[in-house]
């Protein structure tokens, strides 16, 4: 079992406190060790920490523990959210189209995703 450490932002971090998102994806990064999302397991543990709009942490805000119950890999944007759900991964958002240009607006996802796709961690149990 592996222990995720992933930044939220802190609109996502409620949806997740809430228990309206129910899936977690990441865009691989083989290169980083702690962004090498294609070693996921079900099992692992994903915790959850709250960051503002630059990625800095909102440190008044507890982290979120859940285990994952399932992990899955896709190619495309397309395929992950019509396989997942799109208000599973993105509560809220109207289109698939409007999700992509959430994916493209992280540094370095677009370039991710084309060349290893996304990761879906279908959230389970809250630990935490």
Request: glycine residues 6%; proline residues 8%.
């Amino acid at each position: 079992m592996a222990v995720w450490k992933l930044g939220v932002i802190e609109p996502v971090y409620h949806q997740l406190l809430r228990n309206a998102k129910k899936v977690e994806t990441r865009a691989p990064d083989p290169s980083n060790p702690e962004k090498d999302y294609g070693l996921m397991m079900p099992g692992d543990e994903l915790h959850f920490h709250a960051v503002d709009e630059e990625f800095k942490p909102i440190v008044d805000l507890p982290v979120l523990g859940f285990l994952a119950d399932a992990v899955r890999e896709y190619q495309t944007i397309e395929d992950c959210l019509r396989a997942e759900g799109l208000q599973l991964v993105f509560p809220g958002i109207a289109s698939i189209e409007a999700a992509t240009q959430i994916y493209y607006s992280f540094p370095d996802y677009p370039e991710r995703i084309q060349k290893y796709g996304l990761v879906a961690a279908e959230l389970g149990k809250r630990l935490f």
